[in-house]
């Protein structure tokens, strides 16, 4: 049990560096770069910044605590195409969108760190995903951190 623990600790730990270096990268880019497409798709470097903020906002934070307060809850699919098209700000600063991002990754954090062992175990159904527990969750949070991070630092080779 105390290398679950530790995974865990570990797991939060990380969630909390995403923001942290996602800092490096607002303060390091030029403003041209933010309005470059870096990936087939098109996206920029802002639009990606943005997905994050919103894959956080819009999902992350409002399904997490529904899995520990509901039976069994069946989570929403997130239309994040829609949603951009929709909500993308393109005027929005850089470094205004890393701070409504890493204020709601700090309170979500903080939350996550009190969950008692038990409730990592709590399980959520997905239409697309199935059935997993609050663990996955999480890791499904910090994967899609890392994928955006990895998209992001590749533009200073960090």
């Known amino acids: 049990m105390e290398e679950l623990y530790a995974y865990r600790t570990d797991l939060i730990t990380a969630l909390g560096g995403v923001v942290d270096e996602l ?13 470059l497409a870096i990936n087939p798709a098109g996206h920029t ?6 997905h994050l903020d919103a894959l956080e906002s819009q999902f992350f934070a409002t399904q997490l605590p529904r899995i520990l307060a509901e039976e069994t809850p069946t989570l929403p699919v997130f239309e994040d195409r829609s949603w951009m098209a929709d909500h993308y700000r393109l005027t929005e600063p850089p470094s205004a969108i890393l701070g409504e991002f890493g204020e709601l990754r700090h309170q979500e954090l903080a939350w996550i760190y009190k969950i008692p062992p038990a409730l990592w175990c709590r399980m959520a159904r997905h239409p697309w995903w199935g059935l997993h527990a609050f663990q996955w969750w999480v890791e499904l949070q910090a994967d899609y951190s890392y994928q955006h991070l990895k998209q992001l630092s590749s533009l200073l080779d960090i």
């Open 23 to 35: 800092a490096k990268i607002v303060n390091r880019l030029d403003a041209s770069q933010w309005r």
């Open 45 to 50: 470097p802002h639009y990606i910044l943005f």
